[in-house]
């Protein structure tokens, strides 16, 4: 192996800013280490000597093949099935309420763990599912949003979702697949996955929806890019839409477009 291009003294500054200004990721100091690493990393697998040369290609070409890469390898896709599990409760009273159509934005989907739970629970809870009922999960991750439409997880990771439901909604794997299991076309077909930055400028058009989901992703962001996508997501919703938030998410005082419910839940104010 070729050793790693060599990081200057500004190579971390300069990356946290691009990609500050890409994805609204916030890069903390105590991540400098891992960050000049990754640097290091992607500078020799494009072939750059150093990785300022490889921040200088990235800053002049924004249309650049290279800048997934670099996106995805700081992006932190930890997730799991029901994470924060008393939000599918309140989601399921909720959807139950509405009824159909019933449109659902996962918006920092990760691997997926998050839009199935989302899946199995409108399954479980709106009739006749299999029309008037559709979930968008998208992420920026593209490696994330692959895993994701694939759908097959370690039975490790599909611990959390309950043994009724394990057996309904997924198919265990044979042979290579052994240990693994497979989320079922029931779920699958209900769910529409795409690569979506929050950033830019191009949401999903035409469509609004009666909940969205973007937990444990605005914690990477500064406020004021937490507000501006607040205010986005208010004019995504219907009226009396919710939004979860993850549980470290507190978002009453960034915007007046939402109002707390309770639960890291909240209401749009129309
Ligand atoms: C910690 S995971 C949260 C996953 C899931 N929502 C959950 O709570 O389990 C954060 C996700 O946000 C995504 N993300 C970060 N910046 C983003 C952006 N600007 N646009 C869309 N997704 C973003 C990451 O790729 C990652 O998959």
Redesign the pocket.
Known sequence: MPTLPEVGQNDFERASRLLHA????VLGAHKREMAERTLGLRARHVGATTVREFLDHLEKNPESSHWEAF??AF??????FF??AHHFDILASFAKARGKPFAVW??????G??PYTIAITLRENLPSPDTGVSILA????TH?IERAREGVYSIERVKPVPEAYLRKYFMRGTGQRAGMVRAKPALRDLIQFDV?????PSWPSGQKFDVI?????M???DKPTQTRILDRFATMLKPGGLLFA?HSENFTYLTKSFKLQGQTVYEVVK
């Open positions: 890409r994805t609204g990721i996106v995805n992006t932190i896709n930890h997730t799991a994470r924060e996962c918006a920092a989907s990760s691997t763990e998050e998208t992420d920026i991750d994330a979506l930055n929050l950033l830019s989901f973007c937990r444990n992703t914690i990477y962001f993850g």
